[in-house]
């Protein structure tokens, strides 16, 4: 009866979408309030019905409703409860049904805190956004309904992939997805501003606190899958440049860009038609990212179950939206540009060098991930695209933004005089450069690159740090009180920069200076890596709630002083008919020491273990930088300018002074 | 000319969204990467063998032998050629089997240890350090084997260790080259 239900709801919330996708828009062209006020109601009530319609998907998955073929296809009665429940959103079916929802939420989110939107724009926006959620949830009534019952019922599910029964991976789907989604409510915002035919500084004042809140989940997302990768499968690495990896990558490079020309926009009234595109394109880049997961068009290490049937749905859904928007844009933009005229040395330039990269950087990416598909076309060979072009085309662009950016904060709007801005940064220069020589001694036999990249980030770093500190004149009196009354906005930009610093320390450490072992190891064997020694005392059989375990355990000593001992798994899950390997992982600021067992080969090698150890240098600080990013975030959505839905304070020109 | 500009975003969709559509046509499967030299003469190629190892040293006149040869391309710092190892070994002292190997950019201490270790069931080695054949070869990784008929031509290509699934899927195609012959 629920799963019924749910699906009834399915089908109501595709009306209202409907309803909302036409009345408040042709409301919004004939001046009928009513019409445009309509959005409101039939917003919440999609989400309302959405809510129910996951509700009901994941009431099947608690209570194991095997007449569900979802339920059947993604989970087992004898999975522990939290897998159940993330098992909703761990397949096709249901992962679309949080889409919606998600979709939905945002758009009832702007329905109930937008009132201090304009009520065309605001029915304008709704409108399109409601085309999104008719375009998704038609595709999922017709092609891919969670709900289909199977007759007769099986007795047990099928299990859900072992893989994804791991808590990073319950957590970072809803994450990416509302990231992903988040995006939608900015390129609403952009089509019924082109619509409207007007940009100002308000729109993008509206628009930011959405673009930021999409980018802070979309940057956890990343973040977690990346985190996954790591401990969960096994191959100590965090990022393969993997075509979903790149999908889910390429809207967050472009949503960052859209950041910072959005704050130039509000600011200083230009840039226009350049933040309308971004806002366009970030989310046309995560609607390609649902389509090439869900296609099979790539090949990749994640994959949803392939239906080319539905590829050729979402590419239809992808060519109405996309296309669309940007023919409008086409017709459009052009009449929109002016507003305030800038040097070539000031904030603005400075900003419009951070999007040139950063969109550099996406078209980088965007071609090597397609270019096995674009030669696969023309010439009919097949290849992969792998790291090797993805280092030597993306690095230097990313480093070349690390180098501009700690100079950026810096600069004034209009025009700043940047032989002044260096010689304040001197001391970052010297500091930097000493950084980079340190770790010339310490790692001397390492690539040079990433001694460059080390220095780079120590620049950032510094350069930072600096700029806070001048802001808030940290040495004199009064400095608490000035860093409470500034802008959190303006904190969280100096935070998040802070953080791309130590992600790229992160990052160059892990790659540059990794040490790896791989033995093949019988109880005594001993490893030495990084001046650890490890000796492997042996392995036991365990059993868990669904799986079985082999245990290994070695003891790990330096200079004959015992560390600690790690106990690396590799389960086994019958019901599924797969393994799955836990790596053991002993986890220091300095770097982490990672084991992971492996199945024992064929018969002349009984008794005996494939053990592959790892030295990761610096790996968490790629975590620490994440979780920096996702703070600066935070703190700016904090801020009382961009908070939604905020009363404006009586005294709100003092609170306008531009700090950032 | 700014107004031209202002359709490249749309060009660009419809050029990619062309090629997406293509993509979704037909039985393609864009995990799997033939080989071009499916049929063609073994690559010229001549390598010494691992110092240190009595296995003799391969060269492309080995290959054409009048005899069907298989040819491991392996590594001792590669783990799945641990695995494939053991099954190679079964399968040359029950079948009658030539099988011949590449070592693929590894040190001769590292091969001639890893040899000592799990035994040598190669009846000569090339070592190729600098990868230099491998690319002649087409390698992609390691390990690979090469299905090598009488005449010295490559008949079948398989990626991947031969172990579990991808052994049956060998042997197979191992039992078509002979049936044919």
């Known amino acids: 009866m629920i799963p019924e239900l749910g699906q009834f709801a399915l089908a109501l919330a595709l009306v209202s979408a409907c309803v909302q996708s036409l009345l408040p828009i042709m409301g919004a062209a004939r001046g009928q309030t009513l019409w445009m006020r309509s959005a409101t109601a039939s917003s919440v009530l999609q989400c309302v019905l959405l809510i129910f319609a996951f509700g009901a998907l994941m009431w099947s998955y608690i209570v194991s409703d095997f007449t569900v073929l979802n339920v059947v296809q993604n989970s087992h009665s004898l999975k522990p409860m939290i897998y159940k429940v993330a098992g909703t959103w761990g397949n096709h079916e249901g992962s679309l049904l949080l889409w919606s929802l998600i979709l939905a939420i945002f758009g009832a989110a702007v329905a109930v805190f937008g009132s201090n939107i304009p009520l065309t724009l605001r029915a304008r926006t709704l409108s399109v956004q409601a085309w999104i959620s008719v375009g998704f949830l038609s595709f999922m009534i017709f092609t891919s309904n969670p709900f289909e019952r199977i007759f007769p019922a099986p007795l047990n599910g099928q299990d859900l992939n072992p893989l994804l029964q791991d808590i990073g991976l319950a957590i970072h789907p809803p994450l990416l997805y509302i990231g992903y989604v988040g995006f939608s409510i900015v390129f609403s915002f952009a089509v019924a501003a082109l619509i409207e035919g007007r940009v100002d500084p308000a729109w993008a004042r509206w628009v930011r606190p959405w673009t930021l809140a999409a980018w802070v989940s979309l940057t956890g997302g990343i973040a977690l899958g990346s985190w996954w990768a790591y401990y969960e499968l096994g191959w100590g690495g965090w990022w393969f440049w993997d075509p979903v990896e790149n999908v889910s990558f390429m809207p967050w490079l472009l949503g960052t860009a859209l950041l910072h020309s959005a704050i130039v926009t509000e600011k200083r009234n230009t840039f226009k038609s350049w933040t309308i595109l971004l806002a366009i394109l970030t989310f046309s880049l995560s609607l390609l990212g649902t389509f090439i997961v869900r296609s099979g068009l790539l090949t990749s290490v994640h994959a949803f179950a392939v239906d080319p049937e539905r590829g050729v749905y979402i590419l239809g859904l992808l060519g109405v939206s996309i296309g669309g928007s940007l023919t409008l844009f086409a017709a459009r933009a052009p009449a929109m540009e002016g507003g305030g005229l800038f040097a070539p040395v000031s904030r603005e330039a400075g900003l419009l060098i951070n999007n040139l990269l950063l969109a550099t950087a996406t078209g980088t990416v965007l071609f090597g991930t397609l270019y096995p598909l674009f030669l696969e076309a023309i010439t009919g060979d097949k290849i992969s695209v792998g790291p090797p072009f993805f280092n030597a085309s993306f690095i230097p662009i990313t480093l070349a933004l690390v180098l501009v950016m700690a100079v950026g904060p810096f600069l004034s709007w209009k025009r700043a005089d940047l032989k002044g801005v260096l010689s304040r940064m001197k001391a970052v220069m010297v500091l930097s450069a000493v950084g980079a020589l340190v770790v010339w001694y310490l790692e001397t036999g390492g690539p040079v690159l990433a001694v460059l990249a080390m220095g780079l980030a120590f620049w950032l770093l510094c350069a930072s740090a600096l700029e806070w500190a001048r802001r808030v004149k940290l040495f004199q009196s009064g400095a608490w009180a000035r860093i409470r009354r500034q802008p959190r906005a303006s904190h969280g930009m100096s935070l998040a920069h802070i953080g791309v610093a130590v992600l790229v320390m992160g990052a160059t450490g892990a790659s540059a200076w990794k040490e790896e072992e791989v033995v093949f190891a019988e109880p005594g064997t001993q490893v030495s890596i990084a001046g650890f020694d490890l000796t492997f005392e042996g392995v036991e059989n365990v059993r868990g709630p669904n799986y079985l375990a082999q245990v290994g355990s070695l003891v790990v000593t330096r200079n004959g002083e015992p560390v600690t001992v790690l106990y690396p798994e590799r389960r086994s899950y019958p019901v599924a008919g797969t393994s799955t390997t836990e790596s053991a992982i002993r986890q220091t600021l300095a770097g982490d020491l990672y084991v992971s067992i492996a199945e024992p080969a064929a018969t002349n090698a009984a008794g005996k273990w494939t053990l592959r150890v790892i030295y990761e240098p610096l790996i968490n600080f790629l975590w620490i930088g994440s979780a920096m990013l996702v703070l600066g975030g935070l703190l700016s959505l904090s801020d009382r300018r961009l908070r939604i839905g905020a009363p404006r304070k009586a005294r709100a020109p003092k609170l306008a002074t531009p700090a950032e | ?181």
């Not at chain 2, 997406?20 to 001549?46: C, D, M």
């Not at chain 2, 230099?132 to 084997?145: K, M, Y």
């Open chain 2, 1 to 181: 000319m700014k107004r031209a500009l202002a359709y490249l975003p749309v060009l660009v969709v419809v050029i990619i969204g062309a090629f997406a559509y293509w993509g979704l046509q037909g039985g393609r499967n864009p995990a799997e990467i033939p080989s071009a030299l499916i049929s063609k003469p073994v690559p010229e190629f001549a390598l010494e063998g691992i110092e240190g190892v009595a296995s003799p040293g391969l060269a492309t006149a080995d290959l054409k032998t009048g005899e069907l040869t298989l040819v491991n391309v392996f590594a001792s710092w590669c783990v799945p050629c641990r695995a494939e190892h053991a099954v190679l070994t079964r399968m040359t002292a029950t079948q009658d089997l030539r099988l011949v190997g590449i070592n693929y950019k590894d040190r001769a201490d590292d091969a001639r240890a890893w040899l000592e270790e799990l035994g040598n069931p190669y009846l000569a080695i090339g070592h190729d350090f600098s990868g230099r054949a491998g690319i002649e070869w087409g390698v992609s990784g390691v390990p690979e084997t090469f299905i090598v008929d009488a005449s010295g031509t490559i008949v079948h290509r398989f990626t991947g260790p031969i172990v579990g699934d991808g052994q049956r899927r060998f042997q197979e195609a191992l039992d078509k080259v002979m049936a044919g012959s």
